[in-house]
């Protein structure tokens, strides 16, 4: 493998107009400053380093994008706007070199400057790939052009993201294994950790797995107080400022000390405290109010995960801080087209830095070490992890699935899962920490997920499907409330008429159910799972089915009764529209990109939300984009209802109208989070899905006994 990126060592490359600063990862040729997008920026490291060979196709595959398989396309097209980038009125001869069926080159001479207060001299890069040494000679031979080559790496709201992580499908390991897991299942002693009633949210345990951070709520308390517990001696600290509110945010390298997040007048603090009983409150640094998990991997060097990364909604990145000099330094560069990078866990015995990569189909978890540098992908799953811990006598990773109460093992030997064991259990669990093969400490679930209705005339809220299971995504039919219901390893489609109780299950499936929409016009159901879409009768009969190239991200019924969809494509790394004629049984794509959801405003109008956070208005027979409103940053998925040409919006906590003056609020909450937002078409209100956070209990859970399936 090539290397990919820059050291943190290296202050800037020049190379003919350009400067290149890793850091920030812009060029500028001292007119025109430019920030490349996360690919095109590896890309570009990667032909300077690597400058003395032809870099392949399927270099470009195996060591910049990371996967088995990128379409020609994908490569064709990141090749010229890299081209287009690096073109300038300073800089307008040839920077990248094409080799006629055989690859590309870097064609100019590239000097490397070094941080003054590590290296007062600048270094030619030619031959700086020739070759590479060991650990050991590297550090013998410092300033050889074979260390500096391996001394390069690579510079690329809870409730909310748990919540995500609640109603996402079972675990399911994509791609294919050398050998199956063994499948066990097993009964667990449940034995309370703490009696004092309130809500126990957002576990953390410590490297040495004998502390238990987490946050808890006592009754009848605003503001939660931050628990230390000793797992041996059972012994508790409470940490708590009176008006400030604290969380829990991961610990040191040794498990001495807790980074914790300190929030009050407006203000945001990251605070050091000793796990021991009588300790004092350490001061570190200003923080963002979306800071959320993190660890310290070092005396001065604590990494995290920073959001709102190149200023995109939901999008994040790894970061490493010296919360002493306050420099920080990228460690991961997420393509726009994902949800970004979420830190899990840094290992001190193996001095490695685990975490997940949300793509828009699935979720990848990676390794990597304290430079950033040989980012692994071990595995990828169809839903995400909450945490993960590492068993060193065993050399592998365990984690625990709380929706279906399993237990997961993967060794990093065999670079695959080799065990799994479902527990038996009838209790739903949240915040899972894995203490051993045989112990696991879990929270159980501590949110009460409802549908509701919201009249827009009298603004008042009613509900219809109150903590059913897991109900989500409702829609309304005619006096009847539909939504999905998530049943451990299957999803069902359920509905509750009007004034009674009790479910009724429409169509069950074994992949997970992504969305549904009911369409008043057609009295038809629309039910969208990751390459499907199927519509129903009333009667329950499929009267509609296709399957699509990709991941489809959203879908919804046309005012003509015509289908729209947006379609991921992983290979091509791009999101393109569609409308679904029922007619005609054939979709035609709409000429845009970066769109995730649109759906029908009038006769003349497509809304469309595009993965930069703005609203778009596609004029239908124009053909493009004729007005754009960006939105503000709300760190939640946005939702969008259109009511009969109004446009209606919800950063998960208020509800907005958009009026020609702007977006006039609604309404908000403060005992609940909106998790999806639709349009009731019979009652001409809202329907709003919703979690509340509720009292839970802290649970250990002790393997007794264990049998093959």
């Known amino acids: 493998m090539n290397e990919v990126s820059f050291s943190r060592a290296v202050k800037e490359v020049k190379f003919g107009a350009w400067t290149l600063d890793p850091k920030r990862q812009t060029i500028s040729d001292g007119e025109v400053t430019r920030e490349l997008e996360p690919l095109l ?47 300038s009125e300073r800089q307008k001869g040839l920077v990248v070199k094409t080799h006629y069926r055989k690859g590309y080159s870097f064609f100019l001479k590239a000097e490397v400057v070094y941080q003054d207060s590590l290296n007062n001299t600048s ?49 399911e390991p994509l791609g294919n294994q050398k050998e199956q897991p063994v499948v066990v299942k097993s009964s667990f002693n449940e034995e309370l950790l703490s009696w004092e009633p309130g809500r126990y949210l957002s576990t953390h345990l410590s490297p040495n797995e004998n502390l238990l951070a987490y946050l808890f709520l006592p009754n009848e308390k605003e503001k939660a107080m931050l628990v230390i517990k000793n797992l041996t001696s059972n012994t508790e600290k409470k940490v708590a400022f009176q008006g400030a509110e604290l969380f829990p945010l991961g610990w040191s390298f040794d498990s001495s000390k807790l980074f914790y ?23 570190l640094f200003e923080c ?7 660890a310290g991997v070092d005396e001065e060097h604590f990494v995290y995960t920073k959001r709102n990364y190149r200023g995109k909604d939901g999008l994040s990145a790894l970061v490493s801080l010296n919360y002493k000099t306050g ?9 726009l087209n994902t949800r970004g990078d979420i830190f899990l866990h840094y290992e001190p015995f193996l001095k490695k830095i685990f975490f997940q990569r949300w793509q828009l189909d699935s979720v990848q978890l990676y390794m990597t070490d304290l430079e950033g540098s040989n980012h692994e992908m071990l595995l990828e799953s169809a839903s995400p992890f909450y945490s993960i811990n590492y068993i060193s ?3 592998t990773l365990m984690w625990f699935n709380s929706q279906s109460n399993t237990l997961h093992s993967y060794s990093l030997t065999k670079r695959e899962i080799i065990k799994e064991i479902n527990v038996e259990s009838e209790n739903m669990f949240a915040f899972s920490e894995v203490l051993s093969p045989k112990e696991v400490v879990v929270t159980s679930y501590p949110y009460k997920h409802s549908i509701y209705s919201y009249n827009l005339i009298e603004n008042t809220l009613k509900p219809f499907v109150v903590n059913n299971g897991l109900p989500s995504n409702g829609v309304r039919g005619d006096k009847k409330t539909i939504f999905i219901q998530r049943n451990g390893r299957y999803n069902s489609i359920n509905y509750i008429i009007d004034g009674q109780s009790t479910s009724h299950e429409i169509v069950r499936k074994e992949n997970f159910i992504r969305g549904i929409r009911y369409s008043k016009l057609l009295d038809e159901l629309l039910v969208r799972t990751q390459k499907n879409i199927t519509l129903y009768s009333k009667e329950r009969n499929v009267i509609e089915d296709f399957t699509v190239d990709g991941t489809i991200l959203s879908s919804e019924f046309l005012l003509n009764g015509d289908l729209g969809y947006v379609v991921f494509n992983k290979e091509l790394s791009q999101n393109n529209a569609f409308v679904y004629s029922l007619e005609l049984k054939k979709s035609r794509k709409l000429p845009v990109s970066d ?17 930069k956070d703005k609203l778009q208005y596609f004029d239908i027979k124009q053909g493009k984009v004729v007005k754009e409103i ?38 908000s909450f403060t005992d609940k989070s909106i998790k999806e937002l639709n349009y009731d078409e019979f009652s001409e209100g809202l329907v709003l899905s919703t979690n509340e956070v509720i009292n839970n209990h802290l649970v250990s859970l002790k393997l007794q006994q264990r049998q093959p399936l």
């Open 327 to 335: 420099e920080e330094f990228q460690l991961t560069s997420p393509s």
């Open 261 to 283: 997040r300190l929030m009050k007048d407006d203000k945001c603090e990251v605070w050091l405290v000793d796990s021991v009983i009588e300790s004092t409150n350490k001061h």
């Open 393 to 395: 006598k065993d050399n």
């Open 123 to 171: 270094q030619d890069l030619s031959g700086f790939s020739s070759s590479m040494s060991n650990e050991s000679n590297s550090i013998k031979t410092e300033n050889s052009h074979t260390a500096l080559k391996y001394g390069l790496s690579i510079i690329c709201s809870f409730a909310v993201i748990f919540a995500l992580y609640m109603i996402t499908s079972h675990y």
């Open 41 to 87: 920026f590896k890309i570009l490291c990667y032909l300077i380093i690597n400058d003395e060979q032809i870099i392949t196709r399927q270099d470009l595959v195996d060591d910049v994008w990371c996967q088995k398989y990128v379409d020609d396309n994908a490569i064709n097209r990141a090749m010229s706007e890299l081209r287009k980038v690096l073109k």
């Open 595 to 611: 769109i995730v959801w649109f759906d029908q405003l009038d006769d003349d109008t497509y809304l469309m939300l595009s993965s």
């Open 288 to 294: 963002e109010k979306t800071l959320t998990i993190g």
């Open 630 to 667: 960006t939105l503000n940053y709300s760190g939640r998925k946005h939702l969008i209802a259109i009511a009969k040409s109004k446009v209606f919006y919800s950063d998960g906590t208020s509800i907005f109208e958009l009026q020609d003056s702007g977006f006039e609020k609604i309404t």
